[in-house]
């Protein structure tokens, strides 16, 4: 006697429901993820906290129709560098990006003027064979940094001109000029669009303007990123 329908599917659901968990559960143990672990140091080796680190994704587009082709960008995960330099990155892998790279800072947060911007690190082939990546960074100190602790230990790092270097970096000029209250020193920053007056260390205002593009380098310079450019 053949049983009915719904009572045959009755006694397979549980075993589908089972089948079903446990492919999940499968596919979820085998998932791929971006694992990367480092250490940003600074020229001496010494371990950088609170650095912040950026994990970007990419991915390109075409359209043959119209031959034009974009693409996106955005960013994965970023976490900060503990105490001793130290950061860890670990979020599941995205297959509907191409593209995988590192960035080591944020423009509104990185010291331009004491270190120089390090460079991005693809990591998309590490990713794609399974690996945890092991990436650590050393940054790069900008030539005119022992020049503006110089000046910070002559000014005084709390200081009016103190708190402008450590923000700016060296002034992009130095001049004598002319105030409504008379003569006064200042501070040029052309290429951030800003000058800083002072009269006896003390300051005496500031005036803002269209940045400058800096010039390009002329034969035999060496052709190196000022202290406080970048962005």
């Known amino acids: 006697m053949r049983k009915p329908v719904g009572v045959l599917f009755g006694r397979l659901l549980p075993a589908l429901i089972t089948a079903v968990l446990l492919t999940a559960g499968e596919a979820s143990a085998g998932e791929k993820r971006v694992h990367v672990q480092g250490r940003i140091a600074d020229p001496d ?4 906290s609170a650095q912040i680190v950026r994990l970007f994704k990419t ?3 075409f359209r043959i129709q119209k031959f034009s082709s974009g693409g996106q960008i955005a ?4 976490v900060t560098s503990d105490e001793n330099g130290f950061f860890e990155i670990d979020v599941p892998y995205d297959r509907a990006f191409d593209d995988y790279y590192l960035r080591f800072y ?3 947060a990185f010291d331009l003027v004491q270190y120089r911007l390090p460079s991005d690190r693809e990591i998309t082939k590490e990713i794609r064979r399974g690996e945890t990546i092991r990436l650590d960074v050393t940054f790069e100190r900008q030539p005119m940094w022992g020049d503006v602790v110089r000046r910070l230990e002559a000014a005084g790092p709390d ?3 103190g708190r402008v270097l450590r923000s700016m970096g060296l002034p ?3 001049m004598k000029g002319e105030g409504p209250d008379g003569p ?3 501070w040029w920053y052309h290429t951030r669009g800003v000058v800083y007056f002072f009269r006896d260390g003390r300051p005496a205002g500031f005036r803002r303007f269209d940045p400058v593009a800096p010039a390009a380098p002329g034969p035999g310079s060496s052709g190196a990123e000022a202290p406080g450019g970048g962005a």
């Open 45 to 48: 080796g010494k371990g950088l």
């Open 172 to 174: 992009e000029r130095e």
């Open 184 to 186: 006064r020193e200042e």
């Open 106 to 108: 944020d423009p509104a």
């Open 159 to 161: 200081s009016p001109k």
């Open 75 to 78: 960013e994965a995960a970023r």
């Open 59 to 61: 991915r390109r587009s």
